[in-house]
């Protein structure tokens, strides 16, 4: 099958199929990018240090959706050559412009907990 132009959905419309910007919305949609970009805050972060600021995630999920934001420019990731090897991460200029949205997002989700929650609790007794 051969692709032309016009199959091909225009960059910057998420609600058209195939566009890459669904990937971008997919990568800061993630709960734990929130946290993650949050807890990365102003400055350099070992890893350790993000494992204790966001409680509940996993060495393997903080390890991926590091990567994921490293590879989208949203992290930066340093090694130092020392024994041992110390390995930092901090926002880019690219993740230090998404900190105001989604610190929005955060606040609205805990200025709304309990109208949602309320909500919840509603359906699913079917009232």
């Not at 990568?27 to 970009?37: A, Q």
């Not at 900190?99 to 200025?111: G, I, Q, S, Y």
């Amino acid at each position: 099958m051969v692709t032309t132009a016009t199959d091909v959905a225009p960059p910057g419309n998420p609600y058209r199929d195939g566009c890459p910007s669904r990937r971008i919305l997919d990568r800061i949609g993630d709960r734990w990018t929130v946290l993650v970009v949050g807890a990365l805050g102003d400055g350099s972060v070992r890893f350790s240090e993000l494992l204790r600021r966001v409680e509940g995630i996993s060495q393997k999920m903080l390890t991926q959706t590091l990567r994921g934001l490293e590879r989208d420019g949203l992290v930066a990731r340093t090694v130092f050559p020392e024994v041992p090897v110390r390995v930092e991460y901090r926002l880019t200029h690219a993740g230090r412009t998404l900190r105001e949205p989604l610190t929005a997002l955060r606040e609205w989700a805990v200025a709304h907990l309990g109208e949602v929650s309320t909500s919840q609790a509603a359906y699913d007794t079917g009232a």
